[in-house]
């Protein structure tokens, strides 16, 4: 494959490209099994050549990649999964795409989050890159690149559940279509819970913006989640990715 800025050759498809440091890589699809990981390279829509139609999901797709790893039992299962997260980690980071879908082994897809820094997004389709491509020709959703200790803030300061509270928000936190959270009042009156802290983000409301629960023992918590969404569906998506991501933290 050439690059598609200047037409160098690339030793992989949808690799960035070290003579004109342009990505052509706009988004992967990652498909994670335990013992096999898939993963489709998307060009951006607006990135088709003189002569293409933009928005032919065909021309998007830009090849594939597959890696394999025979999974472990045991007390050698740490290690081997760690460097399966790994080499699809490096594919990922030659690629140097946008964002990232995932969906499939969530212990696989926990453990390549951890490994690389790009925003990620929870897929569960069965035509997955098919999905991804409809998903991002319908949305155009504004990203937050402040700080997740940045966009925290409001009257009450004080969260239940102390550390492991303030993780839980800063998962939510470090979502790059979340603006803000604003922590609200906390209610001791619940129903007691021997679970430990649990969050879940609830649905969201005209304006796009969802609330966060935060629940420890016989505690809860609301926590106003301020997104770029701009209606109900939009808001819909992002609160299933929130969703997603914090059962990855294993808050849920």
Same mark, same amino acid.
């Given at each position: 494959?050439?690059?598609?800025?200047?037409?160098?050759?690339?030793?992989?498809?949808?690799?960035?490209?070290?003579?004109?440091?342009?990505? @052509?890589t706009?988004?992967?699809? #990652?498909?994670?099994?335990? %013992?096999?990981? +898939?993963? +489709?390279?998307?060009?951006?829509?607006?990135?088709?050549?003189?002569?293409?139609?933009?928005?032919?999901?065909? !021309?998007?797709?830009?090849? !594939?990649?597959?890696?394999?790893?025979?999974?472990?039992?045991g007390? @050698?299962?740490?290690?081997?999964?760690?460097?399966?997260?790994? #080499?699809?980690g490096?594919?990922?980071?030659?690629?140097?795409?946008?964002?990232?879908?995932?969906?499939?082994?969530?212990?696989?897809?926990?453990?390549?989050?951890?490994?690389?820094?790009? &925003?990620?997004?929870?897929?569960?389709?069965?035509d &997955?890159?098919?999905?991804?491509?409809?998903?991002?020709? @319908?949305?155009?959703? %504004?990203?937050? !690149? +402040?700080? &997740?200790?940045?966009?925290?803030?409001?009257?009450?300061?004080?969260?239940?559940?102390?550390? +492991?509270?303030?993780?839980?928000?800063?998962?939510?936190?470090?979502?790059?279509?979340?603006?803000?959270?604003?922590?609200? &009042?906390?209610?001791?009156?619940?129903?007691?819970? =021997?679970?430990?802290?649990?969050?879940?983000?609830?649905?969201? %409301?005209?304006?796009?913006?969802?609330?966060?629960l #935060?629940?420890?023992?016989?505690?809860?918590?609301?926590?106003?989640?301020?997104?770029?969404?701009?209606?109900?569906?939009?808001?819909?998506?992002?609160?299933?990715?929130?969703?997603?991501?914090?059962?990855?933290?294993?808050? =849920?």
């Amino acid at each position: 494959m050439e690059c598609r800025h200047c037409a160098s050759p690339l030793e992989k498809p949808g690799d960035f490209c070290l003579v004109c440091r342009e990505a @052509n890589t706009a988004a992967i699809v #990652l498909e994670a099994a335990r %013992d096999r990981a +898939t993963i +489709t390279m998307l060009a951006g829509a607006d990135e088709a050549r003189e002569g293409e139609t933009p928005a032919d999901p065909d !021309e998007q797709v830009l090849g !594939e990649t597959t890696i394999t790893t025979t999974p472990e039992d045991g007390e @050698n299962e740490p290690v081997e999964l760690r460097n399966f997260a790994g #080499l699809i980690g490096d594919e990922i980071r030659r690629k140097r795409p946008e964002e990232v879908y995932a969906g499939g082994v969530r212990t696989v897809i926990r453990a390549v989050r951890q490994d690389v820094h790009y &925003p990620f997004y929870r897929v569960d389709d069965d035509d &997955p890159v098919r999905a991804v491509l409809e998903r991002r020709g @319908n949305r155009a959703l %504004d990203v937050v !690149e +402040t700080p &997740p200790a940045e966009k925290i803030g409001g009257s009450h300061s004080t969260l239940i559940g102390g550390r +492991t509270g303030m993780r839980a928000i800063q998962t939510v936190a470090g979502h790059p279509h979340v603006k803000k959270v604003i922590p609200g &009042p906390i209610d001791a009156g619940g129903k007691g819970s =021997q679970s430990g802290m649990r969050a879940k983000v609830t649905r969201a %409301d005209d304006g796009g913006n969802v609330r966060m629960l #935060l629940r420890d023992g016989s505690s809860v918590q609301e926590n106003r989640v301020v997104t770029t969404a701009r209606d109900r569906e939009m808001g819909e998506r992002i609160r299933e990715d929130l969703n997603d991501v914090l059962a990855d933290a294993e808050f =849920q």
